[in-house]
């Protein structure tokens, strides 16, 4: 069965200052992996997603990310965040067939002025 | 071009009613699947229907049933409510030969 663990329930960060938000996945094949992003009351948006080639992926916002098959882990990065990056942050797995997503439980992001 | 719309927003049940959601899938998808968010949590499958046929189920009992309409739109119907169905209700769609999902803003649904 396929899960996500994201580690960091809640995260704080200064405006300006770099971000990290870390997942782990249990997968028995290659994974396709996915990074969303919540803001309150609102749904999901795609940030970036990993299908093949290239570990190192760019998304929207100047967010990235980055697989690593040794580690299991797809962590989030942008190298200066600003005040609307508060949210939440949701890393999600699939397999090469079908559709359905698993999601983790999601990291909350605080930015301080 | 619209994404993908829900309907409606916010509704208040009480145990044992039964509710109906709605899903306008986005121009040209033809899969839609609903997830469950309960607060605090990262959103569950629930089901995925495609060429209006149940494709997919995830861990969710019977009460929970679906249908797809020919212009691809979507219907989540939950019965017999309970206070832990209170949840936000989330619609994707997607291309069948392509997978990426766009979510819908969800429907929240809370059961007194």
């Known amino acids: 069965a396929q899960s996500v663990t994201q580690p960091d329930i809640h995260i704080t960060v200064s405006e300006g200052a770099s971000l990290e938000l870390r997942c782990n996945y249990s997968?028995?094949?290659?994974?396709?992996l996915f990074w969303y992003v919540q803001s309150p009351g609102q749904g999901l948006q795609l940030l970036l997603k990993?299908?093949?080639?290239?570990?190192l992926v760019q998304g929207i916002k100047g967010f990235e990310a980055e697989f690593k098959r040794s580690q299991s882990s797809f962590n989030l990065r942008k190298p200066s965040v600003h005040w609307s990056d508060a949210a939440e942050y949701f890393c999600?797995?699939?397999?090469?067939?079908?559709?359905?997503?698993?999601f983790g439980g999601g990291t909350r992001v605080l930015v301080k002025p | 071009d619209a994404g993908v719309t829900q309907s409606p927003t916010h509704l208040i049940k009480t145990r044992g009613q039964q509710v109906t959601l709605r899903c306008s899938p986005k121009?040209?998808?033809?899969?839609v699947s609903w997830y469950q968010q309960a607060l605090g949590q990262g959103p569950q499958f629930i089901f995925q229907?495609?060429?209006?046929?149940?494709?997919q189920r995830g861990n969710f009992p019977d009460r929970f049933s679906g249908h797809q309409f020919p212009n691809y739109s979507s219907e989540l119907n939950v019965n017999a409510l309970l206070l832990g169905d209170s949840a936000l209700y989330l619609c994707?769609?997607?291309?069948?030969?392509?997978?990426?999902?766009?979510f819908g803003e969800g429907s929240r649904l809370t059961v007194l």
């Open positions: 999600a797995v699939r397999g090469a067939a079908g559709n359905k997503l698993t």
């Open positions: 994707a769609s997607s291309l069948a030969s392509t997978g990426e999902l766009f």
């Open positions: 990993y299908f093949s080639g290239d570990t």
């Open positions: 229907y495609y060429e209006e046929e149940e494709r």
């Open positions: 121009s040209g998808h033809d899969t």
């Open positions: 997968y028995g094949a290659t994974p396709y």
